[in-house]
Each structure stands twice: as structure tokens, then as C-alpha cells.
């Protein structure tokens, strides 16, 4: 096929992708473009608010710590899976899967019966006279680090299970019986195989942990705003379409700027495996 054809092939996509994708972003950011005296005013305006600080502040650190656990989780459950063969194998991947397949405010709510004041948790603590009044758990960081961990770990173990597959067991072996601890092992020689996995993975989970909404919206509440709950508010509750462009082109940015920093890192690693 010549390259005439491929490109016309290509162009159909293309051409989507401006209409659904370039053109609203555009219309989005333009608007805190209309003149550089007023952007500037509106970024700084946006930036130099102390609550706009902490909520900047809230978002990273909640976007940085879930994945950071979600990586913890992912690695060893993706590396088990992986060994697995056959029904078992099949039958705990459809289980990893299914809550994907499920709407995620039902997920969110369902966190509210586990975390609620008359939840499952204080229940639990109760009965085991471990506390005597309900405590908090919902409306906190905590709770919102606990949905989007839910939320984005199965995309994690899914993106891992294909690396962990071609872990070669020979070098385990090898390093075994050159008297190398089991635990030196998995981060000299298992982990650095799976590290183009992770960095994908940690793109994703990290971008959507960044973004998300609904979980924020439902386990935080007007309490604990992020981001995204701050883009709404702005844009929907008081009309100020302005400043929700801003609040959107700095999230664009942030995530643009870690996704660069992965991919720099994922580049001097694969240089790395090539030596």
C-alpha cells in the first residue's frame, strides 16, 4: 500500500479527533487567552488564592498517594495472576474486570455503606467495642483515596498482567543460586522487568486519579474539594466559565507536565536495557 492510501486511511480519525477532541479544548482554553493582560490576571488571580493553593495541593497529593498505593497493590497481585493458569486464572481476571464493567457511582455509593456513620466499618469497630461512637471516615481525604484506589487498581493489574507474563524465570534462579535474598531479587531483577508496565500504569492511574470527579464529588463532598470539584462549582453553580477554563488548563497542564517526566524516565530506562 502506498503512502497515499495509508494517509487517506487515517484521515476519517483524524478528522474526529479535531472535531471531538482539539476544537472543545480550543473553545476551553481560549477564553483565559483573550488578551495577555487579562490572562495573566486570571492565572495569577487563580494561583495566588490561598484556598486555590490548598486545593491545588489536595488534588496532587490525593492523585500522588493513590497511586502510589495502587502501585504497591498492583505489582505483587499482577505478578500471582500471571502464574495462574486455566478456570483459576480466567475465573480471578473476570473478577479483577468486573467492577470496571460496573457505573462508577454505584461503586462510589457503595463505599458510602462501608464508610457511613451506620457503615459496615463503624458496625464493625462497634462490635468489637473498639470504639463507642461512629467516627468519620466519609467526607475525608481518606475516603476519596479509598474510592479512586478501587476505582483505578484494576487498570493498573490488567495493564501489568502483560509484562508480569513475560517475566523470564531464569534470572530469578540464577540470582538464587548466587545466594541473592528473595526480597533483592524482586527489586534488582523482577521489578526493573516490569518497569515499562508501571510507568504506563502509573500514567494512567496518576492522570485519572487527577481528573476524576465523581469520587471526589461523592466521598468528599464540599468539604474536601479537588480540582475537578472546583472546575464544577465554578462553571455550573456560580456561572464563572472563566475561571473554570483556568481550573482546567492548569490540570491540563499539571498531567501534561508528569506525563513528560514519565515518559523522559521510561526513555532512560529502555536505554538502559539496551546496554
Avoid: C
Wanted: hydrophobic share 50%; aromatic share 10%.
Amino acid at each position: 500500500m502506498s503512502k497515499k492510501n495509508k494517509f487517506g486511511l487515517i484521515i476519517p480519525g483524524i478528522i474526529v479527533l479535531l472535531i471531538t477532541f482539539f476544537y472543545p479544548l480550543i473553545m476551553m482554553v481560549l477564553p483565559t487567552f483573550s488578551s495577555s493582560e487579562d490572562s495573566a490576571n486570571s492565572y495569577f488571580g487563580f494561583l495566588s488564592n490561598q484556598q486555590n493553593q490548598l486545593v491545588i495541593l489536595r488534588t496532587v497529593s490525593i492523585a500522588l498517594v493513590s497511586t502510589f498505593i495502587i502501585v504497591l497493590l498492583g505489582i505483587p497481585t499482577s505478578i500471582w495472576l500471571s502464574k495462574l493458569s486455566g478456570f483459576k486464572k480466567t475465573f480471578l481476571l473476570t473478577l479483577v474486570v468486573f467492577p470496571i464493567l460496573t457505573n462508577s457511582v454505584v461503586r462510589n455509593y457503595a463505599w458510602i455503606t462501608i464508610l457511613g456513620n451506620s457503615g459496615i466499618l463503624n458496625n464493625l469497630l462497634k462490635f468489637l467495642h473498639i470504639i463507642n461512637s461512629p467516627l468519620s471516615f466519609l467526607y475525608t481525604d481518606g475516603s476519596i483515596i479509598a474510592g479512586i484506589v478501587y476505582l483505578f487498581l484494576p487498570i493498573m493489574i490488567i495493564t501489568l498482567i502483560g509484562e508480569s507474563e513475560k517475566l523470564d524465570p531464569e534470572l530469578d534462579n540464577a540470582a538464587l543460586m548466587l545466594g541473592t535474598r528473595p526480597a533483592k531479587i524482586f527489586w534488582k531483577v523482577t521489578i526493573p522487568q516490569l518497569t515499562t508496565g508501571i510507568i504506563t500504569g502509573v500514567t494512567l492511574v496518576f492522570v485519572g486519579a487527577l481528573t476524576a470527579y465523581t469520587t471526589p464529588q461523592i466521598l468528599g463532598g464540599n468539604q474536601r474539594l479537588v480540582m475537578s470539584t472546583l472546575l464544577y462549582q465554578q462553571a455550573m453553580t456560580l456561572g464563572n466559565w472563566q475561571a473554570a477554563s483556568v481550573i482546567a488548563t492548569i490540570m491540563i497542564v499539571i498531567a501534561l507536565f508528569v506525563t513528560f517526566l514519565l515518559r523522559k524516565f521510561q526513555k532512560k530506562v529502555d536505554k538502559r536495557k539496551t546496554l
